[in-house]
C-alpha cells in the first residue's frame, strides 16, 4: 500500500521541500511505497523554486531540490494524503484552519518522529539562515518517520 505523505511549512521554500527530497531519499533506501509532496500554508511563493540556500545546502548533502515548485496547501489535500506533516506548531495550527469537517487526516509534528533531538519544531532556515542546521533535524525526523512507517 502507498502511503501519501504531504510535508508542509509556511512558505513551501524552504523547510517542507527539504523534508520531501530527504525522506525522499530515505523511503527509497528504506524500501518505503510513498508518495510524496510539500505544500506551504501562504500564498506568498507559489510557483516559485526552494530558496538558493536550501537547495545549494540540501545539494551538498546529495539532495536535489531545485527542481520542485512551490504550492499552496488546500483542504483537498486532507482526501489526497494519508498523513500531513508540518514543520512546527503555527503550520499545525493553519492545516488544521484548513480541515474539512469529519474529515480524519492524520496531521503530525514532523519533530515528533525525533524525540531524541528535543526539538520543539523546525527552525525555518528560511530566517535563520542555518540551513546545514535545519537540514541535520530533518533527516532526524526522516529516519525516525521511516522507522515508524516501517513498523505499522
Known amino acids: 500500500m502507498t502511503r501519501r505523505i504531504l510535508f508542509v511549512c509556511l512558505g513551501n521554500i524552504c523547510r517542507s521541500p527539504s523534508a520531501e527530497g530527504v525522506f525522499r531519499a530515505v523511503a527509497e533506501a528504506a524500501g518505503l511505497d510513498v508518495a510524496l509532496d510539500s505544500a506551504g500554508t501562504g500564498d506568498w511563493h507559489i ?3 526552494p530558496c538558493p540556500g536550501m ?9 536535489d531540490i531545485s527542481g520542485l515548485r512551490a504550492r499552496q496547501m488546500g483542504p483537498d489535500d486532507f482526501a489526497a494524503f494519508d498523513l ?3 514543520m512546527d506548531p503555527g503550520n499545525i495550527e493553519d492545516i488544521e484552519m484548513l480541515r474539512p469537517h469529519g474529515v480524519q487526516t492524520t496531521v503530525r509534528l514532523f519533530t515528533d518522529y525525533a524525540p531524541e533531538t528535543g526539538a520543539s519544531h523546525v527552525p525555518d532556515a528560511y ?3 542555518d540551513y546545514d542546521g535545519a537540514l541535520d533535524l530533518i533527516e532526524a525526523c526522516a529516519a525516525g ?8
Open 127 to 129: 530566517y535563520t539562515r
Open 55 to 63: 537547495v545549494h545546502a540540501a545539494a551538498a548533502r546529495g539532495i
Open 47 to 49: 510557483g516559485e523554486a
Open 84 to 86: 500531513i506533516i508540518g
Open 145 to 152: 518517520l521511516a522507522r515508524a512507517l516501517s513498523d505499522a
